[in-house]
């Protein structure tokens, strides 16, 4: 078979071992990137995708065919199987990078760190190369880390550039190179504003922590944040307490959405809400509980008539109570027969009649 590839004796000896060897890499395929799958998932790494391959026979054959004689045998070609980890941000490339040493025993001589060329045109191919070895196996490997964005490019690259056997016109290599450029531009932006986007939710975390609430816009980071000090739970176990009821923990992100909609802007007027607003909320929850044998309350009831109470007290009417349970529970007819049942019994609560 080997004289089909033209091979001389020793490039087809060579052949002969990989053909003899091919269930060790495939035993390698099979079984280290489940490792490296494992340990990101331990360490809380998130990547694109882990790619594995075994060179096929035929390339193997035209490598030895240009250059067999550089190879003693088998175990000095390092790409027979070969890995490739892909990330979504440029900072987490070295993140992975650590977790492969951790793995595997990196030939540091002749891995190479291809972020580091100068060249221009190089976007494509600025990834991270070890050359390793694992436990096991008798053979080394090749292990490429790079980005999402460096990945899409080479591939692209690969099709319309150097390799399609066709020189490319000098003006539309000058066009590629400046798509290299802006996407080299993009993929640093994004890990800046993975970066900032950090930092900001420490800064908010910081802020709540110190009960600095004013100064906290009202977003998605903040409110969570704000969640996670409980800021709801003494109204709920005082309105559970009207029947002796348990309290069902829910989500209660849907209503940051009505908060933003009432007009709120920041986690001090949520603070706000709730020093003005308990006792008109729990007045709510009594009528309509209390004549009611009802054990179970879902952990959105106190949020629910807080809102209640402010937009009664605000005088947003029925068709702002109905906006409020159109954003909760999504738009609906019985949602304005409910906020008219709202308005009528609001006329027996007391905080309606009381002045400001």
Request: include cysteine; charged fraction near 25%; charge should be negative.
């Amino acid at each position: 078979m080997a004289d089909k590839y033209k091979l001389d004796p020793h490039s087809a000896a060579i052949l002969e071992e990989y053909r003899q060897q091919r269930p060790v890499f495939e035993k390698m395929q099979e079984t280290l990137p489940a490792q490296v799958r494992a340990l990101f998932e331990e360490a809380g790494i998130v990547v694109a995708s882990i790619e594995s391959r075994i060179k096929e026979e035929a390339s193997l054959a035209g490598k030895l065919e240009l250059k067999g004689a550089k190879y003693a045998s088998l175990e000095d070609i390092t790409d027979v199987f070969g890995m490739r980890i892909i990330t979504f941000y440029t900072d987490d490339v070295d993140k992975v990078a650590s977790g492969v040493e951790r793995l595997f025993e990196v030939d540091w001589e002749n891995s190479v760190d291809k972020r580091k060329l100068l060249e221009v045109d190089s976007f494509g191919y600025l990834s991270l190369h070890y050359i390793c070895r694992a436990p096991d196996f008798p053979y080394r490997f090749e292990v490429q880390m790079r980005t999402i964005l460096q990945h899409a490019w080479a591939n692209m690259n690969h099709d319309t550039g150097y390799k399609t056997g066709v020189e490319v016109p000098v003006e539309y290599l000058r066009n590629m190179n400046r798509l290299a450029g802006m996407l080299e531009l993009v993929d640093e932006q994004f890990s800046r504003i993975r970066t900032e986007i950090n930092d900001y939710r420490r800064q908010v975390q910081s802020l709540v922590a110190s009960g600095r609430l004013e100064e906290v816009p009202l977003d998605g980071d903040s409110y969570r944040s704000f969640l996670n000090l409980a800021p709801f739970d003494t109204l709920n176990r005082r309105i559970a307490s009207v029947n002796q009821a348990e309290i069902q923990e829910v989500s209660l992100m849907p209503f940051l959405a009505v908060f933003k909609g009432i007009g709120f802007k920041t986690l001090g007027d949520l603070a706000d809400l709730i020093r003005d607003y308990s006792d008109a909320a729990y007045q709510i929850a009594c009528y309509q509980i209390a004549l009611t044998d009802l054990d179970i309350l879902a952990s959105s009831v106190a949020p629910q008539n807080l809102c209640l109470a402010y937009l009664l007290k605000q005088g947003a009417g029925r068709a702002g109570i109905r906006q409020m349970l159109d954003t909760l529970h999504g738009a609906s007819e019985s949602n304005d027969v409910m906020a008219g049942i709202i308005l009528e019994q609001a006329k027996d609560f007391s905080f309606m009649h009381a002045k400001s």
